[in-house]
Structure formats: structure tokens, C-alpha cells
């Protein structure tokens, strides 16, 4: 752990110094050769990702997604709060790292619907593409890309519950019971019962076919 608390002393003296672009690739780089566990990545959570220096918080996020480390329980709430960052580059890492994972939450989606603002696609995403410094633009066309998927993903769990109760893949029971569903379920099943009996007791009519007579004689004119 000596590495890690030399990065981690270099860090805290960039109050004075500012990093480049190269070396904050490095620095993550180096973050997340010593990232290998889910602990690993809570460590790192926990000093870095409130930083003071925005470059700092960046580079926490870099790392943690460079190593691939998403299981720790600490990932999610700083993800929440990063994508509420004054700094538009750490929001937008945030949400790059929510579309590489597979989490999701209530609080996840408000957060990606606060930073998704008015944004539509695609045309928003155009413009984010012809305008590639636009780093709030990004963040904000990746965070509707990512609720989205999110969205999608309910919309066709839903449809898939929908069909297999449709199939009887479900119980026969599709409602719990005292809720508005069941209710309208025992309703139905009433006025078919009730309309079963009013059909079996009503008056059935028998018609007699009545065959028709030839008329003869002066009859016929009168017809």
C-alpha cells in the first residue's frame, strides 16, 4: 500500500499544481492497476471521489472505471452525487461509468433525469457530436442515453410479466387479493354467472313451419 499513499500524497498537493490531460490518464492508470478488489474501490471512493480538486474526483472516477471494480455498495451514492458535480467533466465520467454497468435505482434515475434536463434525442446528440467540447452537452445527451436504457429495460420486463400472465404462465391469481384488480376480477366473474342463469331460465320459443296451401278456385283473385 505504500504506492497507494504516495499517489494519494501527490494528489493532495495539487491544490498548488495543476495536472494535464496525459497525466491525469496516468494517474488513473496507475489508480486502477491497484484497484482488484471491491474494497480497493471503496478505499478510493472514500479519499478521492469528495475531493476538493475536481481533477482529483476525475481521476477516481477513471480509475474505478478502468478497473472494472462496480460491486462495491459505495459506487452507487457517489455516482449520485457526482453526477450533481459544479464540474461538467465529472459529471459526465459519472455517467459514463453508469452506461458500463448494469445498476439501477430510484435514486439513480432522478439523478440522470435532473442532469438530462430538457435534452432530446437525437438531435441534441448531434449537436454534442459536432461540438465535442461541449463537455455539459455530453454529459447531459449521455445521461438521457443512459435513462433510456434504463427505461427500456422496465418497459420490456413489464411486457414480459404481461405476456406470461397472458400464456397462464402465472398463478391463477394474477391480482392480490382486496386490491382494485382482483375486485373488477370477482365482478366480471359475477355478471358471467349471473348472465349464465337469466339465459338458462328464460322462456326458450319453438316455431312450428307452417307450409303453405294452394288456393284454388275464385279464391286466387282475392289474394
Not at 192 to 221: C, D, H, I, M, Y
Amino acid at each position: 500500500m505504500l504506492r497507494y499513499h504516495i499517489l494519494l500524497f501527490k494528489l493532495n498537493r495539487l491544490s498548488r499544481n495543476k495536472l494535464s490531460g496525459v497525466e491525469e490518464v496516468s494517474l488513473a492508470g496507475q489508480f486502477a492497476e491497484m484497484i482488484d478488489s471491491a474494497d480497493t474501490a471503496a478505499r478510493v471512493i472514500a479519499d478521492l471521489i469528495d475531493h476538493a480538486n475536481p481533477q482529483v474526483r476525475r481521476i477516481a472516477l477513471n480509475a474505478i472505471r478502468r478497473a472494472r471494480q462496480f460491486s462495491s455498495p459505495e459506487l452507487q451514492p457517489a455516482l449520485v452525487r457526482c453526477m450533481a458535480d459544479a464540474e461538467a467533466v465529472v459529471r459526465h465520467d459519472a455517467v459514463w461509468i453508469v452506461q458500463e454497468t448494469r445498476m439501477d435505482g430510484a435514486e439513480l434515475r432522478a439523478a440522470l433525469r435532473r442532469l438530462a434536463g430538457k435534452v432530446q434525442l437525437p438531435w441534441d446528440a448531434e449537436r454534442a457530436r459536432a461540438n465535442p467540447g461541449d463537455t455539459a452537452l455530453a454529459a447531459q445527451v449521455r445521461a438521457r442515453m443512459a435513462l433510456d436504457k434504463l427505461l427500456e429495460k422496465s418497459a420490456a420486463e413489464r411486457n414480459q410479466a404481461l405476456a406470461a400472465m397472458a400464456l397462464g404462465g402465472t398463478s391463477d391469481q394474477p391480482y392480490a387479493e382486496g386490491t382494485v384488480g382482483h375486485k373488477g376480477m370477482q365482478h366480471r366473474a359475477l355478471v358471467r354467472r349471473q348472465a349464465g342463469r337469466r339465459l338458462n331460465s328464460s322462456v326458450k320459443l319453438t316455431f312450428r313451419k307452417v307450409e303453405p296451401t294452394q288456393v284454388t278456385g275464385n279464391k286466387r283473385f282475392l289474394l
